[in-house]
């Protein structure tokens, strides 16, 4: 199956289909389709052929909590790729200097991209200038491998801090002493 898209009218067609303004351009004798059996009829010249049918939009939920003072978990459904992004930033980035830890729960997601994981590692090293600990959870084994397989990759370089749950970053925090400043390691 192919599908094409029309550069002039934006109509979506599916193998040997016209787009109406190629059929109105045929009927009205100005622009006429060569008999050509419809295995083997090519596209017409103003379509653009997409690889499958239409991509559906992607989006991505963000819900914000406070399970400790000065802690702040932003638990993400959906896909994390750099279209759905700016949403993921400009929360995030809200939160720094008003918590010193920021948790970003990655288990909600059903798919995570390389462009995903790269704002995810410019987030960090942006919080990290900015005063606070950025914290991230695995995504679940349904979110793909290569987002999870960079993020693995991050973490054993240090690159970023990669915990398995919120419950295991809320417990560390929960039992280190308050006298911890947001910029030591750990």
């Known amino acids: 199956m192919s599908v094409h898209l029309c550069d002039r009218c934006g109509d979506v067609t599916v193998d040997s289909e016209r787009c109406h303004c190629a059929t109105a351009a045929a009927t009205a ?11 083997t009829r090519a596209a017409p010249s103003h379509a653009t052929r997409l690889p499958g049918p239409p991509a559906r939009r992607r989006t991505l939920a963000i819900q914000l909590l406070t399970p400790l003072p000065r802690v702040t978990v932003a638990r993400l459904s ?4 750099e279209s759905t992004s700016a949403l ?3 929360k995030i980035t809200a939160l720094f200097g008003k918590a010193v830890h920021v948790v970003v729960d990655l288990a909600g997601t059903d798919a995570l991209t390389r462009g995903g994981v790269r704002v995810l590692l410019s987030l960090s090293r942006e919080a990290t200038g900015r005063g606070t600990q950025l914290h991230l959870t695995r995504p679940a084994p349904s979110a793909g491998g ?3 397989r960079l993020l693995d990759r991050l973490a054993a370089d240090r690159l970023i801090r990669l915990a398995p749950s919120v419950d295991a970053v809320v417990a560390e925090l929960s039992a ?11």
Do not use: D, I, K, Q
């Not at 959906?78 to 790729?81: A, D, N, Q, S, V």
């Not at 280190?176 to 750990?186: D, I, V, W």
């Open 146 to 148: 290569t987002g999870r």
């Open 176 to 186: 280190t002493p308050r006298t911890r400043s947001a910029t030591s390691s750990g």
């Open 29 to 39: 004798g100005t622009r006429r389709a060569p008999a050509v059996a419809p295995s």
């Open 88 to 90: 993921l930033t400009e």
């Open 78 to 81: 959906g896909t994390l790729e």
